[in-house]
């Protein structure tokens, strides 16, 4: 069982000074124990560790002195091994170095099984995988994307970069969380699309609601709004249509006014089909509907149209300019 480290080397403590023949702190050890139900449970598992450590024998060491031999001269010796008198060790110095051995272990342990909690979703450019937790939550992660998630608490994300769709069933008393970056979200009975690229957090709510970094702004997005970030920036909220969030699962991509930047990089994870735009053309206002199953020239060549852009084709992949 996974311990409180902190508990763990208070009981510790009281293991090791009740060993002192002199310890009078009962009070204060009932009151700890009092504390926290853990606190019993850590401190017997401690004090059974030490009756067990307590029954172990110890070896009387051995070392070789020089006697005289019978009718020898004092320099004339032989070599004798005789066994030293047992050294009286302070059982409460022995007590805690054995101990906090086993404590170190299982700190050591501990710290490796939270390092080991966690695992990692990818997606190369073009691949979605969806991923059902305990509780009946889903996320779909779209292509280019990695979703970090606990196994120990399934009620938390973390997207490092990419996009995916949160289909969350909704707990008051354990709120799902998603960190990107140094911003947390947290569910309001949500289905809600997260994505993360160069520096920057969109987030699309398509039921229910989100709370935007909930202990400074405090940003709620409510369903049909979509908040954007830059690192450093203030968020602003935009209208979204809500049944349209998430439509990169289905193949179909509908916009209201979305940066066309932004479109071009959701186009190139759902498909893979390498797209970007020239600087001027990024930050025009794209409004219509992309259906992603078709081939490529036709995909990129019906932005280009809704979006009165250009779409050159290169070696590197297609370019949307003015």
Known sequence: M????????????????????????????????????????????????DGDLGDLSVRAPVEVVALPADGAANDDVDETIVPLAPRRFSRRAWMGGAVAACLVGVISFNMLSRETDSYR???????????????????????????????????????????????????VDAPFRVTVGDVQLVDVGTVFDVTRTDGQLVVAVSEGAVVYNPGAQNVRVDAGKRL??????????????????GGWRGGQLVYDGVPLGDVAAELARTTGIKVRTSPA????????????????????????ALSGTRATQESGGWTLSR
């Open 2 to 49: 996974t311990h409180d480290p902190n508990v763990e080397a208070s009981a510790l403590d009281w293991v090791i000074r009740q060993r002192d023949p002199s310890f009078d702190a009962w009070e204060d050890f009932a009151d700890w124990m009092a504390q926290d139900p853990a606190h019993s449970d850590i401190y017997y598992e401690l004090a059974a560790l």
């Open 121 to 171: 979703i990818e997606t190369a450019m073009g691949e979605m995988q969806e991923i059902k937790l305990p509780d009946g939550s889903r996320i779909a992660v779209n292509g280019g994307s990695s979703v970090v998630l606990s196994h120990d608490d399934p009620r938390k994300a973390v997207v490092e970069r990419g996009q995916a769709l949160f289909s969350v069933v909704h707990r």
């Open 228 to 245: 954007a970030v830059r690192d450093g920036s203030e968020a602003r909220l935009s209208t979204v249509n809500a049944e349209a969030v």
């Open 281 to 304: 053309a990024a930050t025009i206002l794209f409004r219509g509907a992309l259906q992603t199953g078709t081939d490529e020239a036709r995909v990129v060549g019906d932005l280009a």
